[in-house]
């Protein structure tokens, strides 16, 4: 009896050894399972977020260059407006002295004053939305916006030593800067020459203004049939439109 009990001692144990064994199987299954189930959530995860993140960062791209290329369109714009308002002062005509009253010269003399002081703040509104275009081009990214940037650097370039003597320079860059005090005491037949005279500076860079607003325009439906409303801001890197005119006043800040 005492051998059968221990016959039976062992065969029990045994069997309690492979149940454990068994036991320990399972859990061990589960958990692999478990960990084989989080890891794929966890790939999935950071897959997700990697898209997420891509796609993210496609509409920032989107955003970025709907908004250079509607700078550039308000600039040129801007740069159209005012080189053809000082065209449009050069074509008007003074009456000479030897045919005016006392009077009438006093009259005339105001108007000079007037007309000098109109040219002098469209000239600088000139550089502004220049300076403004010109940066604008570089942020587009396009290869072909850059060809246009040296265009128009070539262009103010060939009148350098003209724009000089009446306080504007050029930098290496290409941007422009005004030295108010020389420019407010050019002569302003000196100012016409350059900014209002058929053919002139004026004229070619809005020619230039023109064909790049009409670039800006026609990338920006483009864009628009692409993204929607998704890609358009009312907002540039220095805030509303406004607020980036301002900041190139105030960049290219006019030296006393």
Same mark, same amino acid.
């Not at 009896?1 to 050894?17: L, P, W, Y």
């Not at 103010?156 to 108010?180: A, F, M, Q």
């Not at 670039?215 to 409303?229: D, E, P």
């Given at each position: 009896?005492?051998?059968?009990?221990?016959?039976m001692?062992?065969?029990?144990?045994?069997?309690?050894?492979?149940?454990?064994?068994?036991?320990?199987?399972?859990?061990l299954?589960?958990v692999s399972?478990?960990?084989?189930t989080?890891?794929?959530t966890?790939?999935n995860?950071?897959t997700g977020?990697?898209q997420s993140?891509?796609t993210?960062?496609?509409s920032m791209?989107?955003?970025?260059k709907?908004?250079?290329?509607?700078?550039?369109?308000?600039?040129?714009?801007?740069?159209?407006?005012e080189?053809?308002?000082?065209?449009k002062?050069g074509?008007?005509?003074?009456?000479?002295?030897?045919e005016l009253?006392e009077?009438?010269?006093?009259a005339?003399?105001?108007?000079? #004053? !007037?007309?000098?002081?109109?040219?002098v703040?469209?000239?600088?509104? =000139?550089? $502004?939305y220049?300076? +403004?275009?010109?940066? %604008?081009l570089e942020d587009t990214?396009s290869s072909a916006n850059?060809?246009?940037?040296?265009?128009l650097?070539n262009?103010?370039k060939?009148y350098?030593?003209k724009?000089?003597?009446?306080?504007?320079?050029?930098?290496?860059?290409?941007?422009?800067?005004?030295?108010?005090?020389?420019?407010?005491?050019?002569?302003?037949e000196?100012?016409k020459?350059?900014?209002?005279k058929?053919?002139?500076?004026?004229?070619?860079?809005?020619?230039? #203004? !023109?064909?790049?607003?009409?670039?800006?325009s026609?990338?920006?439906k =483009?864009? $628009?049939k692409?993204? +929607?409303?998704?890609a %358009?801001s009312?907002?540039?890197?220095?805030?509303?439109?406004?607020?980036?005119y301002?900041?190139?006043?105030?960049?290219?800040?006019?030296?006393?």
């Amino acid at each position: 009896m005492r051998i059968h009990g221990n016959k039976m001692t062992t065969t029990r144990m045994v069997a309690q050894a492979r149940a454990r064994r068994q036991g320990r199987a399972k859990i061990l299954s589960s958990v692999s399972a478990k960990r084989a189930t989080n890891t794929g959530t966890s790939a999935n995860s950071k897959t997700g977020s990697y898209q997420s993140a891509s796609t993210s960062s496609g509409s920032m791209t989107q955003v970025k260059k709907y908004n250079a290329y509607t700078q550039m369109q308000e600039y040129a714009e801007g740069l159209s407006t005012e080189t053809k308002a000082l065209l449009k002062i050069g074509t008007t005509t003074q009456t000479k002295d030897t045919e005016l009253t006392e009077e009438e010269k006093k009259a005339q003399e105001q108007k000079a #004053a !007037d007309e000098k002081t109109t040219v002098v703040s469209e000239i600088q509104k =000139v550089v $502004n939305y220049y300076n +403004g275009l010109y940066d %604008s081009l570089e942020d587009t990214g396009s290869s072909a916006n850059r060809a246009f940037q040296t265009q128009l650097k070539n262009t103010v370039k060939g009148y350098e030593k003209k724009l000089k003597e009446i306080g504007i320079s050029i930098d290496k860059t290409g941007t422009l800067s005004v030295t108010e005090k020389t420019l407010k005491n050019a002569d302003v037949e000196d100012l016409k020459e350059i900014f209002c005279k058929k053919d002139g500076l004026s004229d070619k860079l809005a020619d230039k #203004a !023109d064909t790049l607003k009409a670039n800006a325009s026609t990338t920006l439906k =483009v864009m $628009n049939k692409l993204y +929607g409303t998704s890609a %358009s801001s009312n907002y540039t890197k220095y805030g509303t439109i406004s607020d980036a005119y301002a900041y190139y006043k105030s960049r290219y800040s006019y030296r006393g």
